[in-house]
């Protein structure tokens, strides 16, 4: 004979309705949620992570348990370590916004952490009990850890350099070596490499708790949701990233990563996800927000209610700009700021962030204000991917004053400029200088654009010059998927070759990215693995492949470390020289004793850098250094063949050359104090090449 698990029971209290979620003290735990429309709500309590039935179901009084619309317990004896979960009742009425199942199991949208030991997606998209297959938030107490005296690092954003990475991704390949691939864990074994790269900040692709229990096959090869852009709970670090989330190590394990990342001089900036949820369209599941009140959290179709406003492509949209919602997502940045210690947050679609409860943007979208005023955030980096899916395109005026924005227009310019195309050496002059043309209006600055080649979304560096199309066959969907122009080219065949000259040319183009990107005032941001050519065989668009096509090949690191030896000195580069890291413009008119302007253009010939030629395709500058500073002078040839460029007199100084991307290594970048003397006023600049000289 055997008998079920023994039923439990707590003895509960009123409780109190702030702060929301589940917080522990010495005595038991307090728990509170918002439903402005529940008629009922119950706590489910569970012993386990993998419990198929609650050891108790508390029913919360509306008489006792609920202040305004706030439903609270306290139930004492309750430890951190418990799990938890709600059912909540309300009106049946699916026309109207509704969608209220009480025999749905609902995860608190405050947790901690979350466990989806038991979890089936599909059970929650369909009517009917699914307390056996539910996700289930965990009872963690946050109070308890050594900080060791950590806290953010608080870098200035002109001397910034951000390393745009996939924490699964990094290590989870065999080739990284590390004890514990595709984790918090993991990554902290691969600091050194961070340190000795000379990144100064990391922006981890969303840690959020994400779905990534969903899967496909193409081709015999298992697909999922890699990327993480398919959020469950905001205050909850991705389970799958933690060696043991069934014990709640979730907060424990983030921190410790976050403060070893702190010792080592690394910034963590965290890619968060407020515009939409993994609950999806009408025919999704109902595991938060769907079945806590659906009419408060989502845009919905005026008129018809049971249909979701998409301004996201992601089948729903984040009614941010409700009380309700801004309360949640500011509360959230605080948490991450004041308890976990990250340093900034890059904010994915942005744009959506700023429409009014009607979808139309607003002027003063109140929790984007709130973000940028907020004392708690006053010197946490806050950056905006300033557009969204429905069209709503913002850089140059994302509202804000002190939010920083990815750069697109940079991306393209650049890109376009490095293929060959003519007539651009002014708005590439632009975009060197710090996108004035799109900032300087509303008095911002160039620490206010981001400036990047590639990012997670779209080719590598190494596709980029390696690829003329797409090719994301892999992904199942007939290479439908994916931007179809990337403003790239192949140089002659597409992708992997053994023409040597081909391969040259390539890595020269590699090299002339990186050389601008660093010598440009903004921050810049690196696609991790692009240091060392790492390839996704031409996917523009791996958010699906948790798989050798999007993990980092440590292997590359002995294959390609030429270039990965141009990157840590280019880097190094940019840091030795305060004109780069400059967070204002320059203007022409500062003079320094040697008669050097803090900038002046050229082309070939000196002061003449041809604005109005519809066929340039060759621009020089003059950075003059202040306080003692060196003076560069960078020389940039797109066309084909070489070209003889004048270089400036200097008065008590002489040049000397450091960069020249036409060179094979070690002699394309040399390291500090071994640079060339310039013995004749006359430098001859490769086709498709950057050179960089500078006094003493």
Known sequence: ?????????YKTEKGRSHPLGAIPDRNGVNFSIFSEHATSVELLLFSRHDDPEPIQTIELDCKINKTFHFWHVYVRGLKSGAFYAYRIDGPKNIQAGYHFDPQKVLIDPYARGNVKTLWNRADACVPGDNVATSLRSAVIDTSDYDWEGDRPLNRAMGETIIYEMHVRGFTKSPTSGVKRPGTFAGLIEKIPYLQELGITAVELLPIF????????????????????????????PHSHCCTEPEAGCHVREFRDMVKALHRAGIEVILDVVFNHTNEGDRQGPVFSFKGIDNSIYYYLVPGNERYYADYTGCGNTLNCNHPVTQKMIVECLRYWVEQIHVDGFRFDEASVLSRGEDGLPMKYPPVVWQVELDE???????????????????????????????????????????????GLVGMVASRIAGSADLYQWRGHLPINSINFITCHDGFTLNDLVSYNQKHNQANGEDNRDGADENLSRNYGVEGETGDPEIEALRERQIKNFATILLLSRGVPMILAGDEVRRTQKGNNNAYCQDNEISWFDWDLLEKN????????????????????????YFTGNEINERGLAD?????????????????????????????????????????????????PPLRDRRWYAAVDTARAS????????QESALEDSIYPVTGRSISIFISR
């Open 1 to 9: 004979m055997t008998t079920g698990k023994p039923k439990i029971h």
């Open 209 to 236: 708790e994400f779905n990534d229990t969903e899967f496909w096959s193409v081709n015999g090869k298992s697909l999922t949701n890699y990327w993480g852009y398919s959020p469950m709970c905001f205050f909850a």
């Open 376 to 422: 708690t955030l006053a010197d946490t980096k806050v950056i905006a991917e300033a557009w969204d899916a429905a069209g709503l395109y913002q850089v140059g005026y994302f509202p804000g004053y002190r939010w920083v924005e990815w750069n697109g227009r940079y991306r393209d310019d650049i890109r376009r400029f490095i293929r060959g195309e003519p």
């Open 561 to 584: 470390g030429h270039l990965l030896r141009f990157w840590q000195l280019m880097l190094q580069f940019r840091k030795r020289h305060p004109t780069l890291q400059h967070p204002d």
């Open 599 to 647: 900038i002046s253009w050229h082309g070939c010939q000196l002061y003449s850098p041809g604005w109005d030629d519809p066929n340039a395709r060759a621009l020089a500058f003059t950075l003059g250094g202040f306080k003692g500073a060196a003076d560069l002078h960078v020389t940039i040839n797109m066309y084909q063949e070489t070209l003889d460029f004048e270089i």
């Open 666 to 673: 070690p002699l394309d970048i040399a390291k500090p104090g």
